[in-house]
């Protein structure tokens, strides 16, 4: 899969942009605040229908615009592909493939898989459990549909269940009855689902932690869930009472976490800097390759100031492995020029470099 050119006007502080893609890597160099990640978040919004760092549409718009619009030219195997997004002001974004507005915007999630490494994954280790799972949602999300929609209706019968329990009027059990049915239905299958994500997911992440680190460190991951031991319908019936005067509900899949550890200890405690980055490198990039197996082809790659804080041996395991052919076209940015260099010089590929400077890109 290819980024062929993007269009950018108006998005963030992006004012206008015309941009050809080398098919291996793009680098963007520039000081801090000049919108190299803006660029990346461009192409992530083109991916995911929203912004990777601001969940607000409008604040995404270029301050004192009124609208801005991101349009991407892709191949995808033999075909190409045209995205399109455009955003007003109070109003709702509009989102097109090859000219036809999508009805749904989750109808286009998974079509242009990508993967970010971003400064702001350091929330996966650190923030909550929700953290943890939306980065398993997201990576299931990108190549199994029934899961993203099992994942709608799951959602949609919690908040149902939970608006019961908060409710000051009594409530009809039959009535709670109905969403926990639903929600045991869509989170048994959501529950399957992670499990044989997770078993497939950490010898990938452990070769290439393994890897960066020169195989000094012992990692892993653990899927928690209230669904391993008893069905989660008997469970919801059981806490029925409690749910009710807490008014919300204390089971289900939306309670799952992925432990994450350095040895025997949780990393988020006693890891370093460097070993909690390469640490979150190495879920995104079996991420990659766990998106490149199921669809078929490379996802994008997106690699955002990721050598801050690594020792020099880390960087260089870094750079052999995006210089080599596992990855497709990889678009990284940097504040200076010392580590794409090293990069350059190991590449075969041909590569461009931008320079951004307040919003501008030059090639
Ligand atoms: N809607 C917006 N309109 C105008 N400017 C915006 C908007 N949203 C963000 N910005 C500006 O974008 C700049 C940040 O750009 P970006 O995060 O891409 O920087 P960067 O080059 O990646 O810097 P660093 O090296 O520090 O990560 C900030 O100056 C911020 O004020």
């Given at each position: 899969m290819r980024l062929n050119s993007l269009s950018i006007l108006n998005y963030k502080n992006i004012r206008e942009a015309e941009l050809v893609f080398s098919p291996n890597i793009n680098c963007f160099i520039g000081n801090n605040g000049m919108g190299k990640t803006n660029i990346l978040d461009a192409i992530y919004f083109l991916s995911f229908c929203k912004s990777h760092s601001n969940s607000i549409d409008s604040q995404n718009i270029l301050h004192g615009a009124e609208f801005c619009l991101l349009q991407g030219k892709y191949t995808l195997g033999d075909q190409t592909e045209d995205i399109y997004c455009g955003m007003k002001m109070r109003q709702k974004k509009q989102f097109k493939r090859n000219k036809k507005e999508y009805e749904r915007l989750s109808?286009?999630?998974?079509?242009?898989?990508?993967?970010?490494?971003?400064?702001?994954?350091?929330?996966?280790?650190?923030?909550?459990?929700?953290?943890?799972?939306?980065?398993?949602?997201?990576?299931?999300?990108?190549?199994?549909?029934?899961?993203?929609?099992?994942?709608?209706?799951?959602?949609?019968?919690?908040?149902?269940?939970?608006?019961?329990?908060?409710?000051?009027?009594?409530v009809d059990d039959s009535l709670l009855d109905i969403w926990e049915e639903q929600m045991a239905a869509f989170g048994n299958y959501i529950y399957e689902q992670r499990k044989l994500f997770i078993d497939e997911f950490i010898p990938v992440f452990q070769n290439y932690y393994s890897y960066i680190s020169v195989g000094n460190e012992q990692i892993s991951l653990s899927y928690h869930s209230q669904h391993h031991d008893r069905d989660i319908k008997t469970k919801m019936l059981a806490t029925r009472d409690r749910d009710r005067i807490l008014g919300y509900s204390t089971q289900g899949i939306h309670k799952d976490d992925l432990e994450m550890l350095l040895g025997d200890y949780p990393i988020k405690r006693v890891g370093s800097q460097g070993q909690n980055k390469t640490y979150l490198i190495s879920l995104k990039l079996a991420q990659f390759d766990f998106l490149k197996r199921t669809h078929n082809l490379s996802p994008l790659l997106l690699l955002d100031d990721i050598f801050d804080k690594l020792d020099?041996?880390?960087?260089?395991?870094?750079?052999?492995?995006?210089?080599?052919?596992?990855?497709?076209?990889?678009?990284?940015?940097?504040?200076?020029?010392?580590?794409?260099?090293?990069?350059?010089?190991?590449?075969?590929?041909?590569?461009?470099i931008f320079t951004v400077e307040n919003g501008e890109i030059s090639c």
């Open positions: 109808d286009h999630i998974g079509l242009l898989p990508l993967v970010l490494v971003s400064p702001d994954d350091s929330e996966l280790i650190q923030g909550g459990s929700e953290e943890r799972r939306k980065f398993i949602d997201g990576v299931i999300s990108q190549y199994n549909k029934t899961y993203l929609n099992n994942l709608l209706q799951y959602n949609n019968a919690l908040k149902q269940r939970n608006a019961l329990l908060k409710s000051e009027k009594p020099s041996v880390r960087v260089k395991k870094i750079i052999e492995l995006v210089s080599g052919d596992t990855f497709g076209q990889i678009f990284i940015t940097d504040t200076n020029r010392e580590h794409l260099d090293l990069l350059l010089l190991q590449l075969e590929q041909d590569a461009t």
